[in-house]
Every structure is written in structure tokens, then in C-alpha cells.
T-cell receptor, first 112, second 117 residues
């Protein structure tokens, strides 16, 4: 089983739509969770951290379900500029360095 | 504010040639530093990380090596490149704090796109 698993997509949605991405992780000891955004041929950039109680940042809502080891990202009122690959990221507690494990990403294409 | 630089931005090298990629961080002290590779259509693979000067941990056996000669400088090297070394190389930094999402967040440089022919 992959440490962090995501549906690769692509998700093709019209502008204004609501879209949700899911992610599962295998390490039950993980403590930190993130969504990163990666544009084509660019570096990943932090979109938001994911907190136990769930959190919202504008049109973006992240949820964490520790019992099911499941993370979600909801994007409301999609914009063309939201088109990117969304990476689910989980910290790996093993020795020093506090490593992060990245999913392979879910591709979103927002269309007119 | 903190910034992270990588160079070169793109590189085309023949098989068997040496490699040196550089990463520097500004605006922070004693950061944790990371080298990742992203092959075409694949996820990020952690190659090396460092918690301090001269301290390097290798994640994957390979013909690459890393060094940290200064606090905010991280170098990725190879003596002889292979075709399979092609990819997008990303350097990242993290604040040297313990625990929690804020501390665990990693910030990436712009990357070096390497093509080995």
C-alpha cells in the first residue's frame, strides 16, 4: 500500500463548480497534514495545513478523519486559475529531519 | 522574509558527465534542508535531507551525493550521470523547530530541470 494515495484525475470541471479531492495515508502515527499546489513545471507551494477540527481558507476547506486515515480538500466556486495539481502531504515520523511524504497528486482542470 | 534559490534552472548533460546543483536559503538560520527528485508524471521522491552542517541522510541508494558545506547551502552532486537521473530536482527548507504543522511545513525552491542525454 502506498504511504499517501490520491486519485490522479484529471478532474475536468466548469468554472464555478465545487470539486472535492480525497487522500488516504497509511501511517497512523502521522501528525501533520497539508495540501500543496503544483502548477505545470513549477515547484509545489503550500496551499493549506489540515487541522484536526477541519479548516477553511476562503474557497478552500480541508478536513481530516484520523480514524479512517483520510484527508479531503473542497474547492468552491472554482476559478480557471485553480487549474493545477494538488498534492496531499503527510509527515513521516522516523528519526530526525521530520520528513514529509507526498502523494502523486490530483490534477484539476477548470474550464470555461 | 525567507527565500530559497536554486541554480541552474535547466541543465542538459551527457551520460557519464558530473553534476553539481546548488541550493541556498536566506533569512533563516540552521534550517533543515531537503533534496527531492520528481520524474516526469511521478511524485516527489526524497533523496537527501540535512539537519545541520556536514550532516547528510540518504534516503535512496543511487549514484548521487549531497553536501552541506555551510549552514544555508545544500549541494547535490554526481560523478557520472545516468539516463535515469533525468528529472526535476527540488530543494526545500524547513524551520528548525520541533513539532506541529507550522514547524513541519517545507518550502520549495524553483527547481532545476535536468535532462541527461
Amino acid at each position: 500500500r502506498k504511504e499517501v494515495e490520491q486519485d490522479p484525475g484529471p478532474f475536468n470541471v466548469p468554472e464555478g463548480a465545487t470539486v472535492a479531492f480525497n487522500c488516504t495515508y497509511s501511517n497512523s502515527a502521522s501528525q501533520s497534514f497539508f495540501w500543496y499546489r503544483q502548477d505545470c513545471r513549477k515547484e509545489p507551494k503550500l496551499l493549506m495545513s489540515v487541522y484536526s477540527s477541519g479548516n477553511e481558507d476562503g474557497r478552500f476547506t480541508a478536513q481530516l478523519n484520523r480514524a479512517s486515515q483520510y484527508i479531503s480538500l473542497l474547492i468552491r466556486d472554482s476559478k480557471l486559475s485553480d487549474s493545477a495539481t494538488y498534492l496531499c502531504v503527510v509527515n513521516a515520523l522516523a528519526g530526525g529531519g521530520n520528513k514529509l511524504t507526498f502523494g502523486t497528486g490530483t490534477q484539476l482542470k477548470v474550464e470555461l | 522574509s525567507q527565500t530559497i534559490h536554486q541554480w541552474p534552472a535547466t541543465l542538459v548533460q551527457p551520460v557519464g558527465s558530473p553534476l553539481s546543483l546548488e541550493c541556498t536559503v536566506e533569512g533563516t538560520s540552521n534550517p533543515n534542508l531537503y533534496w527531492y527528485r520528481q520524474a516526469a508524471g511521478r511524485g516527489l521522491q526524497l533523496l537527501f535531507y540535512s539537519v545541520g552542517i556536514g550532516q547528510i541522510s540518504s534516503e535512496v541508494p543511487q549514484n548521487l551525493s549531497a553536501s552541506r558545506p555551510q549552514d544555508r547551502q545544500f549541494i547535490l552532486s554526481s560523478k557520472k550521470l545516468l539516463l535515469s537521473d533525468s528529472g526535476f530536482y527540488l530543494c526545500a527548507w524547513r524551520a528548525p523547530l520541533a513539532g506541529g504543522p507550522q514547524a513541519d511545513t517545507q518550502y520549495f525552491g524553483p527547481g532545476t530541470r535536468l535532462t541527461v542525454l
